[in-house]
């Protein structure tokens, strides 16, 4: 595999779609699926940039050798059509991080993101802070990204304690991709932010609220399938037409609190961006459940309802 050049430093904004991982009906990763599944996130949905290998990927269900292959062909046949490719490269492992993050870098991916290890768990915010550096070290050409998630790893760092001083240890810091809900640190981190660095919002049903706070952009599985509709969202609170983007987040909403009473989890999430998209992502990997064929038709129409046409 030949190296590529370091990718070029641009602030990481707008929508961001973390992606599902295709698999094939027997459970095997499905690299045919991806090329087609670029176009109609730019064409249909209007997404121009993708957080690959995350928890809407399954990464930790993921095989290293998997989670690189995968990488290589997301930023392959994104290349000329998505913005920025971020390849998330956190593991329990600090090794397999590190060589996740160096073969980032091969491949030409324009960021990485790190998830809090989460089963030995860092305990002060110095671990997770040397956790991140000896990560981030291994390539330090690349755009580095905290992935703050603490409903799902248990760690409870506030994003605000980590960004403290963390550019003298990780110069090539570049920002938070912010998964909780705690509005006060997300509003702490932005105004801490450097004008060099994004930070981003994860929770989809809220985001009006952080860009309200200031974020620079969203990450989120719901962008997959709704990202032209929340594209209208962001438009619209740029413009400052707040009625309009309540309306959008109010849609958001309504459809997610519909879907979370019918258990939505990445299962059925995926099966949602199945039917809508038609594209043949296949079931999750275990332990994720394949989602039941009720729920996936009852929260389709109850999508079809809410969200007309792009
Ligand atoms: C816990 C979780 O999966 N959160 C999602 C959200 O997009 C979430 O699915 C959405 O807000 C619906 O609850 C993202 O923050 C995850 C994400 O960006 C990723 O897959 O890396």
Request: with cysteine; charged share 15%.
């Amino acid at each position: 595999m030949s190296v590529m050049a370091p990718a070029a430093d641009k602030k990481l904004t707008g929508l961001v779609a973390a992606t599902f991982t295709p698999f094939t009906t027997q459970g095997e990763i499905n690299l045919r699926e991806i090329a087609h599944y670029i176009d109609y996130l730019k064409e249909k949905q209007g997404v121009n940039s993708i957080f690959v290998n995350g928890t809407t990927g399954e990464s930790m269900s993921l095989t290293v050798a998997e989670r690189k292959i995968l990488a290589e062909e997301w930023c392959l046949k994104a290349k000329g059509k998505m913005d920025q490719v971020v390849v998330h490269v956190g593991c329990m492992s600090l090794k397999d991080s590190q060589e996740l993050a160096q073969h980032a870098a091969q491949i030409g991916a324009d960021g990485i993101a790190v998830i809090a290890p989460f089963f030995f768990k860092p305990t002060t915010t110095e671990a997770l802070k040397n956790f991140l550096h000896e990560v981030a070290s291994v390539a330090p050409t690349l755009p580095f990204y905290y992935y703050h998630i603490p409903a799902v790893t248990g760690v409870n760092v506030l994003g605000r304690d980590l960004m403290e001083g963390i550019e003298e240890l990780i110069p090539s810091f570049r920002g938070v991709k912010f998964s909780g809900s705690d509005l006060m640190d997300f509003g702490q981190c932005v105004s801490y932010s450097q004008p060099h660095w994004s930070v981003l919002y994860g929770v989809d049903e809220q985001l009006l609220a952080a860009l309200a706070m200031g974020a620079h952009g969203a990450v989120g599985s719901t962008y997959n399938y709704i990202g032209c509709h929340v594209n209208e969202l962001m438009l619209a609170f740029e413009k400052g037409n707040l009625i309009q983007a309540r309306t959008i987040q109010f849609k958001v909403q309504e459809l997610l609190s519909f879907a979370k009473k019918l258990r939505f989890d990445l299962g059925v999430n995926k099966q949602l961006m199945n039917e809508v998209s038609g594209l043949c992502l296949g079931p999750p990997r275990l332990p994720v459940m394949p989602c039941p064929h009720a729920h996936a038709q009852s929260i389709l129409q109850k999508y079809h309802s809410i969200f007309p046409e792009c």
